[in-house]
Nanobody, 125 residues
Framework: QEQFVESGGGLVQPGGSLRLSCAAS????????IGWFRQAPGKEREGVSC????????YYADSVKGRFPISRDNAKNTVYLEMNSLNAEDTAVYYC??????????????????WGQGTQVTVSS
């Protein structure tokens, strides 16, 4: 069973930055993509960004496009999410998960198989 560990969350002021990491227990090339999702209190979990592990194709939710670049390091079995220009609406628990689906860019939760435990991101002054 694949395992994922997210790290890098914390408290940051509006306009600040954080870098999240998602470390996989096995080879990230064994599946098609890794996605980042977030869930704010009282809201449904939503897709933020995803990356194809072989060709590096990336996709973003409109709410983070241009602010949250995603990247991968297959040698380290790790995916990163650089979070810039953070605002209060970005406050949530952030999760990473893997998928074997070719339509990973649709951010369908049921297509993502193994999930990390999440890392809290709080944007507040």
């Amino acid at each position: 069973q694949e395992q994922f560990v997210e790290s890098g969350g914390g408290l940051v002021q509006p306009g600040g930055s954080l870098r999240l990491s998602c470390a996989a227990s096995g080879s990230t090339l064994d599946y098609s993509a890794i996605g980042w999702f977030r869930q704010a209190p009282g809201k449904e979990r939503e897709g933020v960004s995803c990356i194809h592990m072989s060709d590096g194709s990336t996709y973003y939710a409109d709410s983070v496009k241009g602010r949250f670049p995603i990247s991968r390091d297959n040698a380290k079995n790790t995916v990163y999410l650089e979070m810039n220009s953070l605002n209060a609406e970005d406050t949530a628990v952030y999760y990473c998960a893997n998928t074997y689906s070719g339509s990973y860019y649709l951010f369908k939760l049921y297509q993502y198989k193994y999930w990390g435990q999440g890392t809290q991101v709080t944007v507040s002054s």
